[in-house]
């Protein structure tokens, strides 16, 4: 059948809102038992990985599976009902659950911030350490024999007027918290080392404000020792020693123990992309891997949540890593020996939540998506490297691969904004719906999307919410603006005193590059956003109000200055750096100015763009105050502006009936002001 004739932006998708909003899950960390004897035929393995769930309120469950999958396996879920396996530390959360010696599971629970342990056998849940709504903990780790009876964690404490961030060992036994490191800011990746017949070991990543981890922070290492007091056994660390990293020039990440020689395997920056590093056992001074033809290239990424995994010992002298270049993935496969390697034979990845964990000698899994496939839980032999099995995908939407469209990462010269040397880049989607062709001469729609953070990226994977639009006949544009990772330090730095100058001239450029090559109608450009993204919307709304004809902003920040004052512990010198650029300390008076100038409360007179404002009640990062200050003030000055509030939502929306409401809602806009010409309004 020929397809139907109709106007970009009409057409009818199989993809409802209700479908996206409750047929999808998110996939966020994968935890394989614990090691077994070897045995040939190996014995089945067994992982366990979370699911977050809008359809039952949001709630994040513990699945289990049998390894290697086959066409029998079953998926399990073994986290009872009343308890959801998240965490709050650093607001973003990470790293919430993690298996012991024995086999049995151990997880922060995000309803009652307690620490408690499941037998996946039995799904019986105990308490170790009761909840308190003031502390959280999270990046927990159990799973070696030297961890019999402790429980690492990273702890946030809220119960003092300074919220307190360490590292602490849990007395399984008694559920008495220890803390064994603190006096920093921040803490993540607190690791054991068992290496054989060796004095075991910690490792952990600390930094200080105004530093973020991707800006600046530190690795250390120290002894790990067990002393006897009229109390009982009480862990400590003894004399630590900072093996690489410094404060707001070099990002330390990923430290993993190589556990059959005691070696430390980590990532730093210090070339301008996160390389490999290794430290001998005995040594203090790390060694780079040299990788011909992947220096420029990151084998980590800025850890926004805690638990993080971009690589994977498969032996001693092998891992497998996801690398990254021009926010592009590959997995490949590395010879630390030989310093040589190979890219493993699978489409290009994209990695929102990395999660990369051997499973065995024989498989490891991995959380990503490719361009023709959502989020998914993968299983790869490590012998076979061309069996790449889905084990579970993030959405059960059943549509024909015929309707997706797939991304084109395009590279654009900064022709708006005051700085227009080199290139800005994205992710280019264009329509696509088997069923319909556009009209004759007729160019479709845009919606540019601006991604969070602002130190994010965006990957050429497919995103079904994408392709919500897409298949309707919207283009869509997904900026990887200045300031995004996914490339070099330097790329990221680009937004050093420039957030909300450079981002959005890289989003109007974008716009322009797009238009000239006659991909898209200028007339009928929308941008969205979310948090730094929805941010992003509104600066680009009033510092190119004829540029746009619709913008949507999820909980996006319009008050800097109030960001400053409000926002957590975890992001609460982020905008420093981004506002007043690195290493500056500008004056009280020069300060003002800045935070006035870069906030889109004070300029919202400038806004010609109907505007929609979606906001979480319960957002402790973007206040829903500063989203109704916005709405009044493009009320006040006659704009066209609507508010809608989500009753027990934060940062991001994970309930079912918020995603579909706020999805319903984005569509009813954009159908208003961008295609008010064919349309009307709705």
């Known amino acids: 059948m020929a397809p139907t004739v109709a106007p970009f932006g009409t057409w009818d998708s199989p993809i409802s809102a209700n479908l996206l909003a409750s047929e999808g899950i998110s996939l966020v960390q994968i935890v394989p038992n614990a090691p077994k004897p070897k ?13 977050g769930r809008p359809a039952e309120q949001g709630r994040f469950c513990i699945v289990e599976c049998t390894f ?50 499941l037998d996946p056998r039995t799904t019986q849940v105990d308490c170790i350490v009761t909840g308190d709504e003031k502390v959280f903990y999270g990046d927990l780790d159990a799973r070696d024999d030297i961890l019999q009876r402790w429980i690492l964690a990273i702890c946030e404490d809220h119960r003092s007027e300074t919220i307190v961030n360490s590292i602490v060992a849990i007395d399984i036994k008694t559920g008495a918290v220890h803390t064994v490191v603190s006096g920093a800011d921040f803490y993540t990746h607190p690791r054991l080392s068992v290496a054989a017949n060796r004095q075991a070991m910690i490792c952990w990543i600390q930094w200080n404000h105004p530093d973020m981890p991707w800006t600046g922070s ?19 660390v003894d004399a630590p020693i900072c093996i690489s990293g410094r404060p707001g020039s070099e990002s330390v990440a990923q430290p993993k123990w190589d556990h059959e ?12 992309y996160w390389q490999l590093y290794r430290l001998e056992t005995g040594c203090t001074t790390p060694t780079r891997v040299s990788l011909r033809g992947l220096e420029e290239g990151n084998f980590a990424g800025p850890e926004w949540r805690l638990g993080s995994s971009f690589f994977a010992f498969l032996d001693h002298d092998t891992i497998v890593a996801l690398w990254t270049k021009n926010a592009v993935q590959r997995l490949v496969m590395v010879d630390l020996q030989s310093s040589s390697y190979q890219f493993l034979p699978f489409p290009p990845i994209e990695n929102q939540t990395p999660s990369l964990r051997q499973i065995s000698g024989h498989h490891f899994a991995f959380i990503g998506s490719t361009p023709h496939k959502p989020d998914a839980l993968y299983s790869v032999a490590s012998k076979h490297q061309d069996d790449l099995t889905v084990v579970k995908s993030s959405s059960n939407i059943p549509i024909s691969a015929t309707y997706y469209s797939t991304a084109e990462p395009i590279s654009f010269q900064r022709t708006q904004g005051p700085e227009r040397e080199g290139f800005s880049h994205a992710m280019f989607i264009p329509p696509k719906n088997p069923a319909y062709i556009g009209l004759q001469d007729e160019l479709p729609p845009l919606i540019i999307s601006m991604h969070g953070g602002p130190t994010g990226e965006v990957g050429p994977g497919l995103n079904i919410g994408w392709q919500y639009w897409t ?31 450079a981002d959005v001239a890289d989003a109007a450029s974008c716009v322009e590059h797009l238009a000239s090559a006659g991909l898209i109608d200028r007339a009928r450009v929308g941008i969205m956003g979310g948090s730094a993204g929805g941010f992003a919307c509104l600066q680009a709304l009033c510092s190119y109000p004829d540029m746009f004809a619709g913008g949507v902003s999820l909980y996006g ?9 409000e926002t957590e512990k975890f992001e609460s010198h982020y905008a420093d750096r981004l506002l007043f650029g690195a290493n500056r300390t500008p004056s009280d008076e020069e300060k003002e100015k800045i935070l006035y100038a870069r906030s889109p409360l004070y300029h919202a007179e400038r806004i010609k763009a109907a505007t929609l404002l979606l906001q979480g009640l319960e957002d402790k990062i973007v206040p829903p105050n500063q989203t109704q200050g916005m709405a009044d003030v493009i009320k006040n000055n006659k704009g066209d502006v609507k508010v809608i509030f989500f009753e027990g939502e934060g940062h991001g929306f994970l309930r079912a009936e918020s995603l579909e409401r706020s999805i319903t809602a984005q569509e009813q806009w954009w159908r208003k002001t961008l295609l008010q010409d064919s349309y009307g309004e709705p």
Not at 557 to 565: E, G, M, P, R
């Open 471 to 501: 298949t309707r006949g919207y283009a869509l544009a997904a900026v990887n603006y200045s300031g995004s990772s996914g490339y070099s330090r330097a790329y990221r730095s680009r937004l050093d005193g420039q957030w909300g100058i």
């Open 68 to 117: 290697p999958p086959n066409a029998s396996t079953q998926l399990h879920d073994v986290l009872p009902q009343e308890y959801s396996a998240r965490t709050s530390v650093h607001s973003y959360g990470g790293g919430a659950f993690t298996c012991q010696y024995n086999n049995n599971l151990v997880f922060s629970d995000g309803k009652t911030n307690g620490v408690y342990s």
């Open 261 to 272: 020689d005691g070696s430390l395997l980590f990532c730093n920056d210090i070339s301008g």
């Open 557 to 565: 920040i319009s008050d800097v200055k109030a960001l400053i004052q």
């Open 39 to 51: 045995s040939d035929p190996p014995s089945p393995d067994k992982i366990y990985y979370v699911e």
């Open 218 to 236: 530190q690795l250390f290492i120290a002894p790990w020792v067990i002393s006897e007091s009229s109390e009982g056994e009480k862990p400590r």
